[in-house]
């Protein structure tokens, strides 16, 4: 991805915006404006399981599996540069993560400050306020190495829009490519029946780049657009629910990706555990999550038929997909020739 000039530079901006700021967090050590704990916020869901996907790729993030593996692959120029790159980027990912949780606690000047912005979950409410107490925050520790407020909002104003601008780009282009394999798959099992070529004449424009881009970009514009009912406000994006949903789903990547990884190790002969438990875990709490936000989608003021479908066939492709694993952990393993080959050798 970041080999695109446009994604390079905003890195560039993005790593510099980081740099400034845990700079001047340390240079201004101020105090935690939050309060340690908050059981009970007003209108919050429950703690359980919703904590662990909330900042959905600070800790574990299913999005880079996703992208590491259909895109980063085929960009290496040799196997041993997946650790850096990949553990490199996920560090920088965590380091992101802990910046805006810092931002939203130690970066306010007094908890009265805090409390206009989390006082109650309806008062952290909307996209907008998120975005400004991300920005208010940062820039309060960039101002600490002397820099003016102006310049500072503006600088992570930047960070904002341009990490935001490299991860759309990202996903439209994820995107086009699971709309050409898909085309493909399909096209396949078309070949197998007795009339191919009507078939293959109409999925054959949409394995075309062009009208691949144009699909996802569509399908992002129709959502971005799309509005769902609200309780106090009567319309609201439904941005703002699939961001719920967006966590859910992408911790259950990260989940599938571990128990890929669990796979390779059984594989190679080599412990399970240490990535089986934390997969296993992952893939647990966010399926209970997944439930609550089909129940929100079914009945309630922010029901929706179409939140309901899109999440139903996450579900059921993610479940699907952990069947796929334990068959295949259940599967005998047979050694390879190319396996006794390395081990003779």
Same mark, same amino acid.
């Given at each position: 991805?970041?080999?695109?000039?446009?994604?390079?530079?905003?890195?560039?901006?993005? &790593?510099?915006?980081?740099?400034? @700021? &845990?700079?001047?967090?340390?240079?201004?050590?101020?105090?935690?404006?939050?309060?340690?704990?908050?059981?009970?916020?007003? %209108?919050?869901?429950?703690? +359980?399981?919703?904590?662990?996907?909330?900042?959905?790729?600070?800790?574990?993030?299913?999005?880079?599996?996703?992208?590491?593996?259909?895109?980063?692959?085929?960009?290496?120029?040799?196997? !041993?540069?997946?650790? !850096? +790159?990949?553990?490199?980027? /996920?560090?920088?990912?965590?380091?992101?993560?802990?910046? @805006?949780?810092?931002?939203?606690?130690?970066?306010?000047?007094?908890?009265? =400050?805090?409390?206009?912005?989390?006082?109650?979950?309806?008062?952290?409410?909307?996209?907008?306020?998120?975005?400004?107490?991300?920005?208010?925050?940062?820039?309060?520790?960039?101002?600490?190495?002397?820099?003016?407020?102006?310049?500072?909002? $503006?600088?992570?104003? /930047?960070?904002?829009?341009?990490?935001?601008?490299?991860?759309?780009?990202? $996903?439209?282009?994820?995107?086009?490519?699971?709309?050409?394999?898909? *085309?493909?798959?399909?096209?396949? #099992?078309?070949?197998?029946?007795?009339?191919?070529?009507?078939?293959?004449?109409?999925?054959?424009?949409?394995?075309?780049? &062009?009208?691949? *881009?144009?699909?996802?970009?569509? $399908?992002?514009?129709?959502?971005?657009? &799309?509005?769902?009912?609200?309780?106090?406000?009567?319309?609201?994006?439904? $941005?703002?629910?699939?961001?719920?949903?967006?966590?859910?789903?992408?911790?259950? #990547?990260?989940?599938?990706?571990?128990?890929?990884?669990?796979?390779?190790?059984?594989?190679?002969?080599?412990?399970?555990?240490?990535?089986?438990?934390?997969?296993?875990?992952? /893939?647990?709490?966010?399926?209970?999550?997944?439930?609550?936000?089909?129940?929100?989608?079914?009945?309630?003021? *922010?029901?929706? !038929?179409?939140?309901?479908?899109? %999440?139903? +066939?996450?579900?059921?492709?993610?479940?699907?997909? =952990? =069947?796929? @694993?334990?068959?295949?952990?259940?599967?005998?393993?047979?050694?390879?020739?190319?396996?006794?080959?390395?081990?003779?050798?």
């Amino acid at each position: 991805t970041l080999l695109q000039s446009r994604d390079f530079l905003n890195s560039l901006l993005l &790593y510099l915006g980081l740099g400034l @700021a &845990y700079v001047g967090l340390f240079v201004g050590n101020p105090s935690f404006a939050a309060p340690a704990f908050a059981p009970h916020p007003e %209108g919050a869901p429950s703690i +359980i399981p919703f904590v662990f996907f909330f900042i959905a790729c600070g800790a574990a993030s299913g999005f880079h599996g996703l992208v590491t593996s259909g895109t980063t692959a085929k960009q290496l120029d040799r196997e !041993p540069h997946a650790r !850096p +790159i990949g553990y490199g980027g /996920m560090v920088a990912e965590s380091l992101l993560g802990l910046l @805006a949780t810092l931002a939203c606690t130690a970066g306010f000047s007094s908890s009265e =400050v805090w409390h206009q912005h989390y006082g109650s979950w309806r008062s952290a409410d909307g996209l907008t306020t998120k975005i400004d107490a991300f920005i208010q925050g940062t820039t309060s520790f960039i101002v600490n190495l002397g820099v003016s407020e102006e310049l500072s909002s $503006a600088l992570v104003a /930047m960070v904002v829009v341009s990490f935001a601008l490299t991860t759309l780009d990202s $996903a439209t282009r994820l995107l086009r490519f699971n709309i050409e394999e898909i *085309s493909t798959t399909v096209a396949s #099992l078309f070949t197998k029946t007795a009339r191919p070529s009507k078939a293959l004449d109409l999925l054959s424009p949409t394995r075309s780049r &062009y009208v691949s *881009s144009a699909l996802a970009a569509a $399908a992002i514009a129709f959502f971005a657009f &799309y509005e769902i009912g609200d309780e106090s406000t009567g319309k609201r994006p439904a $941005a703002l629910a699939l961001w719920r949903l967006f966590g859910t789903t992408n911790q259950l #990547l990260a989940g599938l990706t571990l128990l890929l990884v669990t796979l390779y190790l059984r594989h190679r002969k080599w412990p399970i555990w240490p990535v089986a438990i934390p997969g296993l875990f992952m /893939m647990g709490s966010t399926t209970v999550a997944m439930v609550g936000n089909l129940a929100s989608f079914a009945s309630g003021p *922010s029901s929706d !038929p179409l939140l309901l479908v899109v %999440g139903s +066939i996450l579900a059921g492709l993610a479940l699907w997909l =952990v =069947v796929e @694993a334990a068959l295949s952990l259940r599967k005998p393993r047979h050694t390879s020739s190319v396996e006794v080959f390395v081990e003779q050798t």
